[in-house]
């Protein structure tokens, strides 16, 4: 054998090893030979004084746990929905941990551990000869000092600046007699605060066992799939095992050569066997057991822990949201990174709002309706669900999958990690255009300044509306706006019911003449309504009809408001945090405020109710069983993106089909596009109601407050007859009467030029005051229709010879009306242009010549021939 040449260096440090070394087993010794020493601290040397100077106390902090999202079923049952760690660790008391597991650790890691104070001089005093012979320092730690080294090297774990946390590791782990020294004082320490068991119970849950998983229950969890409490005797030796070198022994690599499923796992049933031979030694097990168990073959059943949401699967999204919730709660910390480590390290169990019931009816409705992705369109769809009066999440749902892995969203459009319910700060969303769902805000602004839902407007169709009035901006003009109806609607005096029932863009634009679009845009917020980028809300005239992009969840909870006789509450989706300890920790918490005043959200009610017999009532139709809900759908420019919002007395859920990007040339017209579910922009009324079907069978559902008679109908007031009057002597007179004025431009009359020809409604007609009166001016132009019914047809042509005439024929069993007028259109005596057209309609009597027995009585009574 050859002999290593050893340098003037390496045999000085040797002798300098020898000398510490030795020094250390003189302190040893002298703390073995005087076990009062080591539990009073007195020193009986100089060395024994140096090393008496060294700190003793350890301050043990929590460790580093993993936390928990759990969802909770109607029964009471939580329900995993993922887990979040940097150590996967569970702790567990010392009952929970098998009588193997403790037996193995003491006899395989140190076993004069229930003899000594803490260090192993035995042990210590072999690994410094080893040290001196081998030229490096070796082992020979206790299991309290390895527990002290845990201890250590978890406080450098929970560091959050990196300089700090790899000083903090070197002087923990680093291999020197300073160190060791250090590490022996401590475990003295600790030995002196606690018992036996607690420091054997506290190691076990410390120690680590390979890769991210630490303690013995996260061990048992992810190697055996069991607990700590029912491992095995050969388990509880293999787990054991890898805490001596957890990359060499740990089984998890069964494409490993030296310790893979191939051969066994050798290297560690090697670690395994010795330990189970030092039990039956140390008097631990029975030799039976220990040839039983060395005789049983290792085979882990590596059970992966749910880490991070997308273990969550169908909740995701849900999921990232109380993520999102806990990273923005200072409760848990300074900034987002800082609250997010905290929550991953701290042990906490968090219990959230989500209704898996209706959960599970939104992901399944999703399913079903929308797909995740559509050729040359990336179509979005979104179910969200509010509780009434709570602002608990109950359901939050989307057509896509989950994914934060960059190559995976890469990949495809069915992935994304963004929450298209959430906002910006809450999932990565911009929000989208709520379209008409948003009128809700301008009917209760209307209602809150004293209109009536029957009092009309001007809703004629024009590019100019005049000046709006805006209390922040001040006036405001907006030149060629001119909105249509969706169906082509065309009257000029709206209701405020008939243009929420139909959802009229003029009537709105209408009623927001009348209002301040300041006021619209705070009502807005009042019921917690914000844009989803976090900028102000725009309050144009554009806003009135929805423009402002909006979360879907701010929806939901601003119909919960309304739904809640106008009482908003801020959503929340957690329940309760329970701490490692059991306590309960602090959560956000909902805040609920009067938004409007009950009597204007029962006049909402009202009107929201008769949508779902109007614009919602597919939705209705499809929700079984029913209560009493209210609705609202919106639908923004070229059908892009399509809504159904509404509520019960229970439950608000925001349904929507949304263009993410693209779509055929460009453009997402929802209504020219099918999923095999049938047309896009229909989805949301099969989407919505599966959802209402579950919450009104789950909550069920009240009635809505009855609205006043003063919110429902404004004051009848006969309109005056103003014919003649001129336009501003009428619009004078239509205001003194509680009227507003509206300028129905020119007609055809021959009442003077620019006198008032006529007012819709009628002169002598009621209509509720502060209702909008349209005043049509005369052209000076318009010629009466002239009364020719009972005139032939000749003479008829011949009275209305100014006139463009059309002839129909009708026949008529009396022969007096043989080619008589019978009726006119326009009737006589309107006023109409020049040259217009009129309709006559002329009898012909029936040709009865063909019939023989008619003929034969026409001869009987001298009124024809014989047939």
């Given at each position: ?168 590791y070197t002087d923990a782990t680093e291999t020197s007699i ?527 407050p009855e609205a006043s008679s003063s919110v429902i109908n ?154």
């Open positions: 054998m050859s002999v290593k040449k050893r340098t003037t260096k390496g045999v000085l440090g040797g002798v300098l090893g020898f000398v510490g070394m030795s020094a250390v087993a003189g302190v040893l010794v002298t703390v073995a030979v005087t076990p009062a020493l080591a539990l009073s601290g007195m020193a009986a040397t100089n060395t024994i004084g140096v090393f008496e100077n060294l700190p003793e106390f350890l301050a043990i902090d929590q460790l580093s746990q993993k936390s928990n999202i759990y969802a909770t079923q109607s029964d009471g049952t939580p329900v995993l929905l993922a887990s979040f760690y940097d150590q996967n660790r569970v702790e567990v008391p010392s009952d929970q941990i098998s009588q193997f597991v403790k037996d193995a650790a003491v006899a395989g890691e140190d076993p004069r551990y229930f003899e000594h104070g803490g260090i192993d001089v035995e042990g210590t005093v072999k690994g410094a000869v080893q040290t001196v012979a081998g030229g490096d320092t070796r082992g020979g730690s206790s299991i309290t000092q390895q527990y002290v080294k845990n201890v250590l090297v978890q406080k450098c774990e929970v560091m959050n600046v990196e300089k700090e946390r790899e000083a903090c300073d160190r060791k020294l250090k590490e022996m004082r401590l475990a003295i320490g600790v030995e002196k605060k606690y018992s036996k068991d607690q420091i054997l119970q506290s190691y076990l849950n410390i120690t680590g066992f390979g890769g991210t998983v630490y303690g013995i229950e996260a061990a048992a969890n992810y190697y055996y799939s069991t607990s700590a409490a029912n491992l095995t005797l050969p388990q509880a030796a293999s787990l054991v095992a890898i805490v001596n070198n957890p990359y060499k022994f740990q089984l998890d690599r069964p494409d490993s050569e030296n310790n893979g499923a191939a051969n066994g796992y050798a290297a560690n049933k090697v670690r395994r066997d010795y330990i189970l031979g030092e039990m039956v030694k140390h008097k631990k097990i029975t030799q039976d057991e220990y040839t039983a168990a060395v005789a049983t073959p290792i085979e882990p059943a590596i059970t992966e822990p749910s880490t991070g949401c997308q273990t969550a699967g169908d909740n995701a999204y849900f999921c990232d949201y109380v993520t999102k919730i806990l990273q923005n709660d200072p409760t848990f910390g300074d900034n987002e990174d800082e609250r997010l480590l905290n929550f991953k390290r701290g042990g906490y169990d968090v219990y959230t709002t989500l209704d898996l019931d209706l959960q599970s009816a939104a992901v399944q409705t999703l399913r079903e309706n929308v797909p995740m992705s559509y050729p040359g369109w990336d179509a979005g769809a979104v179910v969200t669900s509010v509780q009434v009066g709570t602002g608990r999440v109950l359901a939050m749902s989307q057509n896509k999958l989950y994914s934060q892995d960059p190559a995976v969203l890469d990949s495809s459009t069915d992935y994304t990690s963004i929450n298209y319910n959430t906002d910006l700060a809450y999932g990565g969303s911009s929000g989208f255009q709520p379209g008409s769902t948003y009128k809700v805000f301008t009917l209760a602004e209307w209602l809150k300044e004293g209109h009536s839902l029957n009092e009309r407007v001007d809703s004629s169709r024009k590019s100019n509306w005049g000046t709006f009035q805006d209390s922040c901006l001040g006036p405001q003009t907006f030149p060629g706006y001119n909105p249509k109806n969706d169906a082509g609607e065309s009257g000029s005096n709206y209701s405020a019911l008939q243009s929420t029932e139909q959802s009229l863009n003029t009537g709105f634009i209408g009623m927001a003449k009348k209002l301040d679009l300041c006021g619209i845009r705070k009502t807005a917020e009042a019921f917690g309504v914000h844009r989803a980028d976090g900028d102000p809300l725009e309050q144009g005239i554009g806003s009135v009809l929805g423009t402002n992009e909006v979360a879907p969840l701010s929806m939901a909870a601003a119909f919960a408001g309304i739904a809640n006789n106008g009482n908003t509450c801020s959503p929340v989706a957690i329940d309760k945090i329970v701490g490692p300890d059991g306590t309960e920790r602090a959560v956000p918490t909902s805040t609920c405020a009067q938004s409007v005043d009950p009597s204007v959200a029962a006049g909402m009610t009202y009107a929201m109710q008769r949508v779902m017999n109007n614009t919602a009532a597919q939705s209705k139709a499809a929700t079984s069983p029913r209560v009493p809900m209210i609705g609202k759908t919106g639908t923004t420019d070229d059908n892009y993106d399509t809504w159904m919002s509404g509520a019960s007395t229970k439950v608000a859920t925001v349904a929507g089909v949304v263009s993410l990007r693209g779509g055929p040339n460009g453009v997402a017209n929802q209504r020219q596009m099918y999923f095999d579910s049938g047309q896009a922009a229909t989805a949301r009324h099969r989407m919505w109601p599966a959802v209402m079907s579950v919450a009104n069978a789950k909550y069920g559902g009240d009635s809505f404004a004051v009848q007031v006969p309109v005056p007859d103003l014919r003649g009057k001129s336009m501003a002597d009428a619009k004078s007179t239509l205001e003194s009467a509680g009227f507003s004025f509206a300028d129905g431009g020119a007609v055809s009359d021959n009442a003077p030029v620019g006198s008032v020809a006529r007012t819709d409604p009628a002169a002598g007609a009621t209509a509720g005051r502060g209702s909008t009166i349209t005043v049509f001016s005369s052209d000076g132009k318009g010629v009466t229709v002239p009364d020719v019914v009972g005139k032939t047809q000749k003479d008829a042509q011949s009275a209305l010879s100014g006139f463009q005439v059309e002839v129909k024929v009708q026949q008529t069993d009396d022969l007096t009306q043989n080619d008589k007028v019978l009726s006119i259109e326009p009737g006589a005596g309107t006023l109409v242009a020049p040259n217009s057209n009129v309709v006559i309609v002329v009898g012909k009597a029936k040709d009865n010549g063909g019939n023989g027995g008619n003929g034969g009585n026409g001869g009987n009574n001298g009124n024809g021939n014989n047939g």
